[in-house]
C-alpha cells in the first residue's frame, strides 16, 4: 500500500509562488504516473498537472499552463509543482494521484490533499 503525503500550501497574496510537494512511501514503479488536482468549495475535481514517472514526459491542465511546473525527484520518490503568478481562483485543495500504469484510468492512490488559498 503506496501512502502518498502532500504539503506545501498555504495562505498566500495574488501573484507570490508556491511549491507543492507529494512524496510516495514508496518508489514508485517505473510504469507509474503521478497528477496533480484541485478542487474547489462547490465545483469538481479539476485537473492541474501530470507526469510519467520513467521519462518525465508532462502534461498540464488549461489552468496551469505557463504558470505551473510539475517535476520529480526519484531519490526522494517526490512530485513538485511549483505555482507561480498564484491568482485568487487557484485556491482550492490540492490533491495528488498515483497510478501504477500510466495509461490507466483511474488511479490506485491519493493523498489526502493540501489547502492553498490565493488573497487578492
Known amino acids: 500500500q503506496v501512502q502518498l503525503v502532500e504539503s506545501g500550501g498555504g495562505l498566500v497574496q495574488a501573484g507570490d509562488s508556491l511549491k507543492l510537494s507529494c512524496t510516495a512511501s514508496?518508489?514508485?514503479?517505473?510504469?507509474?504516473?503521478v497528477d496533480w488536482f484541485r478542487q474547489a468549495p462547490g465545483k469538481g475535481r479539476e485537473f492541474v498537472a501530470g507526469?510519467?514517472?520513467?521519462?518525465?514526459?508532462?502534461n498540464y491542465g488549461d489552468s496551469a499552463e505557463g504558470r505551473f511546473t510539475i517535476s520529480t525527484d526519484n531519490i526522494k520518490n517526490t512530485v513538485y509543482l511549483q505555482m507561480n503568478n498564484l491568482k485568487p481562483e487557484d485556491t482550492a485543495v490540492y490533491y495528488c494521484a498515483l497510478k501504477t500504469l500510466w495509461t490507466l484510468r483511474d488511479y490506485n492512490y491519493w493523498g489526502q490533499g493540501t489547502q492553498v488559498t490565493v488573497s487578492s
Open positions: 507526469i510519467r514517472w520513467n521519462n518525465n514526459v508532462v
Open positions: 514508496e518508489r514508485p514503479s517505473t510504469t507509474s504516473a
